[in-house]
């Protein structure tokens, strides 16, 4: 695939998610073949206000090694607020190779200011929003968007938003298949994604669910759409990005990690977290990450109560001690 003057590998992309997709995790993702990651999202409006964590949000602290190409997403309501921050964003020397609009957030703090998936309310709006961040980008940069399909039952606005996006200088749209009242929970619509890919002519990525190469493979062929990003599937086992893509290259599929590699796995993201952020501030974040490497692990009730306490570095290890126990 190829978006303005970015050539993309072939592969699943790594999805946005607050809280979650720090730099750490990115890292990890890519290191494992998810060809893109996204930062998590920060606000177009605290940035021009001169918020310095939310710029941080979008700062990725080893851009341009080894690890994949990046995307930065923004939330925010007003097209102006939006050009303003990309226009911020470039004269701080933030280094991105994508930048992504978010028109999906569901979290009621998001919507209440007119951001994330209220967005999907007002196509016209959004076309707009798409315009401004076009501007303001230039057109070197791909810009993407990234979407529900719509508000609730009585407002699947997806494909008008995807045309108006699209007519606005949208360059790849990222349809989760949900609306914002159905939240993270009913199944994927994927004939409602498909309807969004035969409206455009843009590349969309299927979201929502991909948590094996046989579901990656799934809506794809239903829903004809040029790859997926895939999410929670990935949280505590980013060997899901080789699995994937080996399955959409059609190879064989490599097995499941070891619980050796597993752990290891943890430790190094859990160290690259506090590296990057102090264990102050990592180690409460990193106990979700940690339940996540426990998921199917004999004893993984118990072993969860214990990432609940992780405090300190050192913990991680106890922890991995734990867990190999459980499994004797
Ligand atoms: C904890 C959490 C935080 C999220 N944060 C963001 C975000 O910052 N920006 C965004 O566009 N989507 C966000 N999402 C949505 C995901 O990117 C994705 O669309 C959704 O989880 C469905 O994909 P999955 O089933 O593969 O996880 C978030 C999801 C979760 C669970």
């Known amino acids: 695939?190829?978006?303005?003057?970015?050539?993309?590998?072939?592969?699943?992309?790594?999805?946005?998610?607050?809280?979650?997709?720090?730099?750490?995790?990115?890292?990890?993702?890519?290191?494992?073949?998810?060809?893109?990651?996204?930062s998590e999202m920060a606000s177009a409006k605290?940035?021009?206000?001169?918020?310095?964590?939310?710029?941080?949000?979008?700062?990725?602290?080893?851009?341009?090694?080894?690890?994949?190409?990046?995307?930065?997403?923004?939330f925010g309501a007003?097209?102006?607020?939006?050009?303003?921050?990309?226009?911020?964003?470039?004269?701080?020397?933030?280094?991105?190779?994508?930048?992504?609009?978010?028109m999906g957030c569901?979290?009621?703090?998001?919507?209440?200011?007119?951001?994330?998936s209220r967005l999907l309310l007002d196509p016209a709006l959004c076309g707009r929003m798409v315009a401004a961040a076009r501007r303001a980008l230039g057109d070197d940069t791909p810009l993407t968007v990234k979407m529900r399909l719509g508000w609730?039952?009585?407002?699947?606005?997806?494909?008008?938003?995807?045309?108006?996006?699209?007519?606005?200088?949208?360059?790849?749209?990222?349809?989760?298949?949900?609306?914002?009242e159905q939240m993270y929970a009913p199944p994927v619509d994927a004939a409602a994604i498909a309807a969004v890919k035969r409206a455009v002519r843009i590349p969309v990525l299927?979201?929502?669910?991909?948590?094996?190469?046989?579901?990656?493979?799934?809506?794809?062929?239903?829903?004809g759409c040029d790859g997926v990003m895939i999410g929670r599937g990935a949280l505590g086992d980013p060997w899901l990005f080789e699995r994937v893509n080996a399955a959409l290259a059609g190879e064989p599929v490599p097995p499941p990690p070891?619980?050796?590699?597993?752990?290891?796995?943890?430790?190094?993201?859990?160290?690259?977290?506090?590296?990057?952020?102090?264990?102050?501030?990592?180690?409460?974040?990193?106990?979700?990450?940690?339940?996540?490497?426990?998921?199917?692990?004999?004893g993984a009730a118990a072993l969860r109560r214990y990432c609940s306490m992780l405090e300190h570095f050192s913990d991680v290890d106890r922890l991995i001690d734990a867990a190999f126990r459980c499994q004797e």
């Open 258 to 298: 070891t619980l050796a590699q597993k752990m290891a796995a943890m430790r190094q993201q859990i160290y690259d977290m506090c590296e990057d952020k102090g264990e102050w501030t990592a180690m409460p974040q990193a106990r979700g990450h940690a339940m996540h490497y426990m998921k199917k692990l004999r």
């Open 152 to 180: 609730d039952a009585g407002h699947c606005t997806a494909v008008e938003v995807a045309k108006a996006c699209e007519a606005a200088g949208a360059d790849l749209l990222t349809v989760h298949g949900r609306t914002r």
């Open 1 to 38: 695939m190829r978006l303005k003057n970015l050539a993309i590998p072939a592969g699943a992309v790594f999805a946005p998610m607050a809280g979650l997709s720090d730099a750490a995790c990115r890292h990890l993702m890519a290191a494992h073949g998810a060809v893109w990651t996204v």
């Open 106 to 116: 569901p979290a009621p703090k998001i919507t209440a200011g007119g951001a994330g």
């Open 78 to 102: 007003e097209p102006d607020t939006v050009a303003g921050a990309i226009g911020i964003l470039r004269d701080k020397g933030v280094k991105f190779d994508l930048l992504d609009l978010n």
């Open 206 to 223: 299927a979201n929502g669910d991909i948590t094996t190469p046989g579901s990656a493979l799934a809506i794809l062929q239903t829903t």
């Open 46 to 74: 605290a940035i021009t206000y001169g918020d310095a964590k939310s710029v941080a949000l979008l700062r990725d602290t080893l851009y341009g090694g080894p690890n994949g190409l990046f995307a930065a997403q923004l």
